[in-house]
């Protein structure tokens, strides 16, 4: 288990930006997967976006163009970038961290709310 702490949710108006920080309690070299998933009021959690240990990263469709993650090895962080922010990115987000042993080595952050005006 890592822990996670993260940084930087807020409220912001529709066509803002904010960045989300995520620093981990270890090495990100030691983990496999990083990132964020979103939870909006009455819907399931989804991801939002990761990025491997060798820094290949993903983000989905819906954020495409919009946000961007990124690591510090140094500072065992990870970031999201959210730009032009629309009211349907309104969720608290969650940073993961999943290990090298898979889905059965997953860590969670406590969240942080994210609310876009519209």
């Known amino acids: 288990q890592v822990q996670l702490v993260e940084s930087g949710g807020g409220l912001v108006q529709a066509g803002g930006s904010l960045k989300l920080s995520c620093a981990a309690s270890?090495?990100?070299?030691?983990?496999?997967?990083m990132g964020w998933y979103r939870q909006a009021p009455g819907r399931q959690r989804e991801l939002v976006a990761h990025?491997?240990?060798?820094?290949?990263?993903y983000v989905v469709d819906s954020v495409q163009g919009r946000f961007t993650i990124s690591r510090d090895n140094a500072k065992n962080s990870v970031y999201l970038q959210m730009n032009s922010l629309k009211a349907e990115d309104t969720a608290i987000y969650y940073c993961?961290?999943?290990?090298?042993?898979?889905?059965?080595?997953?860590?969670w952050g406590q969240g942080t709310q994210v609310t876009v005006s519209s």
């Open positions: 993961y961290a999943e290990g090298f042993r898979g889905p059965s080595d997953i860590s």
């Open positions: 270890r090495s990100l070299i030691t983990i496999n997967y």
């Open positions: 990025i491997l240990s060798n820094g290949n990263t």
